[in-house]
């Protein structure tokens, strides 16, 4: 059974995806993006996905009772008790924490700890207007770091094609902080309080970010 569970917390362009790309890959835990999920439901063109288009779109966070549903069927699964989970982008307001806390307690899941990683917004901004995604495997790469562009082939699968995510544009980069800030920010506080919170700074060069992250999970 798995022992360890962990929350990766943190402003958009931080590093969440990239360090979890790189988690799941050492560590065998399961990946639970709830950003990739919605991004696959609105390309999909599905309920949900229609439903949470115009608040990515408008930088705005999904209402929480979709994302807490999505979560919660999510981390029922067999593979998150064997593999433990890895969950990126989740919570994101103190009500979805607090629904998790309960999922946690219910199914229980053993061992979790947040990873609060931070970085100046003039780094977070120049990070996200330099993200490119990969359109089929959702591997992230950068610009400046990769030297790569829109319309590139991806690195790391066969066949698919870098693209720029649509919210990741100057005006809604603005918006997505601001709402980072207000709703999300508090978490900090919360797993403090908690004594689950582990901080690590993420403006340094991804590779050492993680050797950080790693060290903190020994
Ligand atoms: P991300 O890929 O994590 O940057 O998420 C992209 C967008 O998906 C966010 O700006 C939100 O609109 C939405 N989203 C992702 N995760 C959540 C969440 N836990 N709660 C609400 N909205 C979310």
Redesign the pocket.
Known sequence: MAERNVILLGP?GVG??THAERLVEDYGLVHL???????EAAAAGTELGNK?KA??????????E??IGI?RDRLAEDDIKQRGVLL??????IA?AEALAEVVAQLQLTGLLVINLSASDEVLIRRLSGRRMCDTCDAIFNVDRDGVDVGDDCSECEGGKLYQ?S?DKPE?IAE?LR?YYEQTAPLIGYYTQRGLLIDIDGSAEADEVYERVTASLT
């Not at 993006?33 to 991004?39: F, P, W």
């Not at 608040?55 to 929480?64: H, R, S, T």
Request: hydrophobic share 30%.
């Open positions: 958009p969440k995806g993006s709830t950003g990739n999920i919605l991004r949470a608040y990515m779109d408008a930088g705005e966070l999904v209402p929480d979709l994302v979560i990126d982008g989740f919570p994101r307001t979805q995510r919210d809604t997505r709402t």
